[in-house]
């Protein structure tokens, strides 16, 4: 096989008038493969070596099924020498299909019968009405026709080709190809020529022997895409905006490995509970143990945990200091809820009424589905304050999911672990015409406000969701991995509109 360039460019090298017809021919009459060839034109089209002139050619190709036909003879008469072998007794569908194949029988059992070459007696077996050399296999004669013409549409009638056509026996293929001619900077050895100056050519002259490429000096550069915003990243921004003109702080939530006894014994969660098992949180080998917490606080905890207080009993079990430390990745964004609280407990001055926020990532040892992933990212909100009760949660709850056009709630009563009374969040949506759960909430149980310092009459009401959901339904999202994770299509992040929420004063007016 020689060097596509050195062929073409000898091919050309006979007179000015040289030319190459046809890139295809020329590539198979060469020993070359047409894809090279044609890369290599370009290229010299490029440099203004050649000038190419576009070819389109259509034929047709036969199928595996036709290339069968062409060897062995059609399905029809596959059959009809079946049915002529088994004489005047005929076969039964059945036996036919044991002779000839099932795919055959179908195939040519029907076309017989069209052609009127065999008859169904009326205890169904087919006979043949005709002889072998009263008929002639048309369909495989002008498949023959056809691939002797090059596959040429004009070899073959209309009519012909719509008839194979519908039997799927041909199809149509259009082939690109080129005609070469010199161009005005033909030569028949090709010099690369330099993109760039260089101190090396400067330095050494080579500058004033080098060919250059032209330089086009009105050409724009590519534009720069710039950063785009993640959807979710959207929604949170908007859902930060609504929080903080509520009167909301955000949380420092930057620190995703925490120690077992924030994450889980500060919220009063024993030490035997479900979601502290290894097939539900994901904790870390290296360092495995956290090294500090308060001491004087760790040890209320403790004593909340073995022997209860704040008029409870505790859950009356040894504390074990060792999966107090264990080191995890953060479960949910209320480990950093319970730090802020007891900061807020024990700062100097004294406790002063408060309200937080955070949004960030979470890490659950889930099995991922399309409304499930291993991590996600939790919107959290708490009220610190004196006297609160469950009215003041549910009114906080109302305005929050109104600021993002939500009017319609219910709550169901539910359990958590810390929180007592705890509610589940129904809102109706009104694509799904159905209630779905968005959120949960709850008033912190005294045995786990109690150890931090905060006086008795403090009430901290807390409410939660995810980042995801809300994103899914804004954006017509069905699968939570097409939104977020290694599948996400950076160009549904490109063109996601902003996100906006329309209150429900908005939505009222627009009706």
Not at 19 to 33: E, G, K, V
Not at 172 to 180: D, G
Not at 215 to 224: A, I
Not at 261 to 289: C, G, M, V, Y
Request: neutral net charge; charged residues 25%.
């Amino acid at each position: 096989m020689s060097d596509p360039e050195s062929a073409i460019l000898a091919a050309l090298s006979a007179s000015p008038e040289a030319t190459i017809p046809d890139t295809y021919t020329f590539s198979s009459t060469h020993n070359l493969d047409h894809n090279q060839v044609v890369g290599v034109s370009k290229s010299l089209e490029g440099d203004a070596y050649v000038k190419l002139t576009e070819l389109s050619t259509s034929f047709f190709v036969l199928g595996k099924e036709a290339d069968s036909i062409v060897n062995d003879g059609s399905q029809e008469m596959c059959v009809l020498a079946a049915l002529i072998e088994a004489g005047e007794g005929g076969l039964s569908m059945s036996d036919l299909q044991g002779l000839v194949g099932k795919d055959v029988c179908k195939i040519g059992m029907g076309n017989c019968l069209k052609n009127k070459w065999a008859k169904k007696e009326k205890d169904g077996k087919l006979v043949a009405v005709v002889k072998m050399e009263d008929v002639k296999d048309e369909v495989r004669e002008l498949l023959q026709q056809l691939k002797e013409g090059g596959g040429d549409p004009k070899s073959l009638d209309d009519k012909d080709v719509t008839a194979l056509k519908r039997r799927k026996l041909i199809s149509l293929v259009t082939r690109k190809s080129y005609s070469i001619v010199r161009g005005p900077s033909y030569s028949s050895t090709r010099v690369k020529r330099a993109a760039d100056l260089t101190k090396e050519m400067l330095d050494s002259g080579k500058w004033k022997e080098t060919p250059f490429k032209e330089y086009n000096f009105k050409t724009l550069g590519e534009s720069v895409g710039g950063g785009y915003l993640h959807p979710l990243l959207k929604v949170r921004a908007e859902f930060r905006k609504i929080l903080m003109e509520m009167g909301f702080h955000e949380m420092p939530t930057n620190k995703w490995v925490e120690s077992s006894f924030w994450n889980f014994d500060s919220l009063f969660q024993p030490q035997s509970h479900p979601a502290r098992d290894a097939h539900d949180t994901f904790f870390i080998k290296e360092p495995a143990q956290t090294v500090l917490v308060p001491e004087e606080y760790y040890d209320k905890v403790k004593t909340m945990h073995e022997v209860g207080g704040s008029g409870s009993i505790g859950y009356r079990y040894d504390f074990k200091r060792e999966e107090a430390f264990k080191n995890l990745l953060r479960t949910h964004t209320t480990a950093v809820s319970s730090q802020m609280l007891y900061k807020l407990a024990n700062q100097k001055g004294g406790f002063q009424p408060a309200r937080y926020f955070s949004i960030d990532r979470v890490f659950r040892n889930e099995t991922m589905d399309a409304t499930h992933l291993c991590e996600f990212h939790q919107v959290e909100g708490l009220v610190a304050d004196y006297n609160l009760s469950l009215g003041d949660l549910i009114g906080t709850i109302e305005t929050f999911f109104r600021k993002i056009g939500i009017t319609k709630l219910r709550f169901k009563p539910a359990f958590n672990p810390y929180t007592e009374p705890s509610m589940e969040i129904f809102g109706y949506h009104p694509d799904l015409k159905k209630w779905t759960e968005i959120g949960n909430s709850g008033m912190f149980r005294p045995e786990m406000l109690a150890p931090m310092g905060l006086p008795d009459n403090v009430r901290v009401i807390a409410w939660g969701l995810s980042l995801e959901r809300p994103t899914m339904i804004k954006y017509r999202i069905d699968n939570i991995r097409n939104l977020f994770g290694h599948k996400v299509d950076l160009g549904m992040t490109k063109n996601a509109p902003v996100c906006r929420f329309e209150t429900a004063e908005e939505e009222e007016q627009k009706q």
